[in-house]
């Protein structure tokens, strides 16, 4: 399994803050991804990135930010946070060298927007 | 995007063999057929994934029809740990390769 961790796992925040979520990869992947998740969608792409300082929108991308400054890390912040952003995120990796390749999933963080 | 059709819940007894249908009948030539499944409280996992012929690996097997409008996905000996929704994904060759489009996904359920 790919070396994938997102932090927190868990987080409880207030409407109108801003909430930054890490994913973090071990495997010199180039492409990472974030998805959210929630009853009756399935997973949906909000962004992802090609490489360090390369990222492109998703489909659901409205309210939320990402960076990326190292291969390593893929930073996903919500600007000011709403109760529909209530849901749980994963990160995902994929090498980046060919098109059909695996995406490997992280273990999901929990968010509740208040 | 080409649109998945799967069936909402399956059910399976332990150590029996399970075939989980995907219907793709807009498929284009060059969409490829992945398999994801993702067990309880955990992130996706990739299953397999093929584009005309049929594949094997240490997880499952996947039936492709011949006209490639539906694919099984066969888990030749079902276990408690294989209780999870699958999810049938149709990735196109060029353009949005890099995307996963999920959809519902089939909830299986293994009985002991």
């Known amino acids: 399994d790919a070396g994938i961790t997102q932090s927190p796992r868990h987080k409880v925040t207030e409407t109108g803050t801003p909430v930054t979520l890490r994913c973090h990869q071990t495997?010199?992947?180039?492409?990472m991804y974030w998805y959210r998740q929630d009853p009756g969608h399935g997973l949906r792409l909000i962004h992802y990135?090609?490489?360090?300082?390369?990222?492109d929108k998703g489909e659901v991308s409205d309210g939320y930010s990402v960076s990326r400054s190292k291969t390593e890390d893929f930073l996903l912040t919500l600007e000011s946070a709403t109760s529909s952003q209530t849901s749980v995120y994963f990160c995902?990796?994929?090498?980046?060298?060919?098109?059909?390749?695996?995406?490997?999933f992280g273990p999901g963080t929990r968010l509740l927007v208040l | 995007d080409a649109k998945t059709t799967q069936p909402n819940s399956m059910e399976s007894n332990e150590e029996e063999p399970v075939h989980l249908p995907c219907n793709h009948s807009?498929?284009?030539?060059?969409?490829?057929i992945h398999w994801y499944r993702q067990l309880p409280s955990q992130g996706p996992e990739y299953v397999i994934h093929?584009?005309?012929s049929n594949v094997n690996n240490r997880m499952a097997s996947l039936a492709i029809a011949e006209d490639r409008k539906s694919s099984t996905l066969i888990l030749h000996r079902a276990t408690l740990r294989d209780a999870a929704v699958y999810y049938c994904?149709?990735?196109?060759?060029?353009?949005?390769?890099?995307?996963?489009?999920f959809g519902k996904g089939t909830l299986l359920t293994v009985n002991p």
């Open positions: 995902a990796t994929s090498p980046g060298t060919s098109g059909q390749e695996t995406q490997y």
């Open positions: 495997e010199n992947h180039r492409y």
């Open positions: 990135s090609y490489g360090v300082k390369d990222t």
């Open positions: 807009t498929i284009s030539g060059t969409d490829y």
């Open positions: 093929g584009l005309t």
């Open positions: 994904i149709l990735r196109a060759l060029r353009g949005s390769n890099y995307k996963l489009t």
